[in-house]
């Protein structure tokens, strides 16, 4: 399989009134495919954002943004230079996926697929400092399972400031506990049941959580990328921050390998990157913006919004990245 081309997204009517989108284009100087993206721990004019996603040859990349007189992103500046690797635990396969997050500590989480890795990344380094493997935890548990994305739940949120994985093969969702290990850097103590996000299968490909505040959300609500129904769909949520199955929305249609995604921290729009379809950057407009401390050593929190990726199925992907 090769990747469809350009993406042709279409916001759901019930939503379109109040938002809004625009391409962004490719990144310069980003390889593609494309991987999960944050902005750069207190620089909200800076970019990271994978590529040679799911390879061990992935890398993090930073790029400077371009803003307009609304502080909208509207592109790039310049060429897009390295900033950390992250590659999984196997030369044979496995690197950065749509979860990408800072966390306790200033410490950059990232998921890789498909060897089903738990990545952290110590700030200032430019390598991989841990590896966790995340089928140790029943996360992915199948021979052919592995991780699609993460989230840490943002400040004022139920469930504030607990780390969320999704397991991309499974379409499971897990509310995951960690604990220093005394290097800079976390261990997993503790891993929820399972819920799992759509009946008849989907390929969760990342997470936004909105405010109830936004206009159209009545209540507190997270975005969720499925990659394999080329859709975002909203979600309200439970008392610990997990998504209710059952109040499925259709948010936004007419995407192809909609994959890692993170909040403006300036404007409350949302960015997210495509693996495969046609690696762009796709960006949201009509959020407000909602203050959220840096994350601490002592609060699992994230600077900006909270966003997960996931995507689509493991097969798929693989030829995806073969072909390109």
């Not at 592995?146 to 999704?166: D, H, N, R, Y």
């Not at 699992?300 to 990245?321: E, P, Q």
């Amino acid at each position: 399989m090769t990747p469809e081309g350009p993406i042709v997204p279409l916001i759901d009517p019930v939503f379109a009134g109040s938002y809004s989108y625009s391409d962004l284009g490719l990144v310069p100087g980003v390889p593609t495919l494309l991987g999960g993206l944050t902005f750069k721990s207190g620089d909200p004019n800076t970019l990271l954002i994978g590529g040679d996603a799911n390879d061990f040859d992935a890398k993090i990349y930073q790029i400077g943004v371009l803003r307009n007189a609304q502080n909208h992103i509207t592109g790039f500046s310049g060429s897009a230079t390295f900033f950390a690797d992250a590659h999984g635990i196997s030369a044979e396969d496995g690197g950065v996926d749509g979860g990408l997050a800072y966390g306790p500590g200033g410490v950059l989480f990232f998921t890789s697929y498909p060897d089903n890795r738990l990545g952290q990344i110590i700030q200032g380094n430019t390598t991989v400092t841990k590896l966790i493997d995340l089928t140790d935890f029943n996360i992915g548990p199948g021979a052919d399972d592995s991780v699609g994305t993460l989230a840490f739940v943002p400040p004022g949120f139920a469930g504030a400031g607990s780390l969320k994985i999704a397991n991309y093969d499974g379409s499971a969702w897990y509310s995951v506990d960690i604990s220093p290990d005394g290097n800079g850097t976390y261990d997993i103590i503790s891993v929820s049941s399972p819920i799992t996000l759509a009946a008849g299968g989907s390929g969760p490909a990342g997470i936004i959580y909105v405010d109830s505040g936004n206009p159209v959300f009545t209540t507190d609500t997270v975005l969720i990328f499925d990659y394999t129904r080329d859709a975002i769909y909203a979600y309200g949520i439970d008392n610990n921050g997990d998504p209710l199955p059952a109040s499925e929305q259709l948010f936004m249609s007419g995407l192809d390998g909609a994959l890692g995604a993170i909040v403006d921290p300036l404007t409350g729009d949302f960015l997210f990157s495509t693996f495969g379809g046609g690696d762009h950057v796709i960006a949201v407009q009509g959020f407000t913006v909602i203050a959220i401390p840096e994350p601490s050593a002592g609060i699992l929190a994230i600077s900006g919004l909270a966003v997960v990726a996931f995507w689509r199925r493991r097969n798929d992907r693989r030829t995806l990245s073969r072909t390109h």
